[in-house]
């Protein structure tokens, strides 16, 4: 009796670790999602592409800089969304199988949760930069206290980042620590 009981619990175990482990499958719309936003940066860019290169002749260097740094913007960005898209299907959902892919990007070989935050992190500063650099270029029409909000802004990102990185480090030492000192 005790034996069926015990089957029957295990069973039930099974069933419900089965389950728990494919709800990773929920996320892999949010990664197709994702990939739907790529088409409209990609749609963006190109269309401020034309915008810059049609009304060359006619902006400033001003004009043409700030246009620059738009199209920069928009790459960034795009760039974060990919390493969302690749890092995160690759750490939550399902390996991807490009061990014998030539363009395999570098940074998948060693790619964790942690990695992921820091690399999100930093691209997040970056394009914070950008945006603050659009701020100081035009800073003529700009208002002090936007200018102040993007500068406390942008520090923040910094010293989450740094926080972060921080964190990833001491974690990354203390797991090289225990399975060093494994019996």
Known sequence: MQNKIAKKRELVEHVLEYIIFASRWLQAPMYFGLIAVQII??????????????????????QILLGILSLVDITMVANLVAMVI???YATFVSKLNLDHHDD???????????????????????ISSIHLLRSFIDIDKMEIDKIKWQIIIHMTFIASTLFLSLTEYIMS????????HRP
């Open 86 to 88: 690749i890092g995160g």
């Open 104 to 126: 395999k990007p570098d940074w998948l070989d060693h790619i964790d949760p942690g990695a992921i935050k820091v690399k999100l992190a930093s691209s997040l500063i970056g």
């Open 41 to 62: 940066y990609t749609y963006k860019f190109i269309l401020e592409l034309v915008h810059t290169i049609g009304s060359a002749d006619v902006s400033s260097e001003l």
């Open 173 to 180: 030492k203390k797991q090289t620590h225990s399975h060093d």
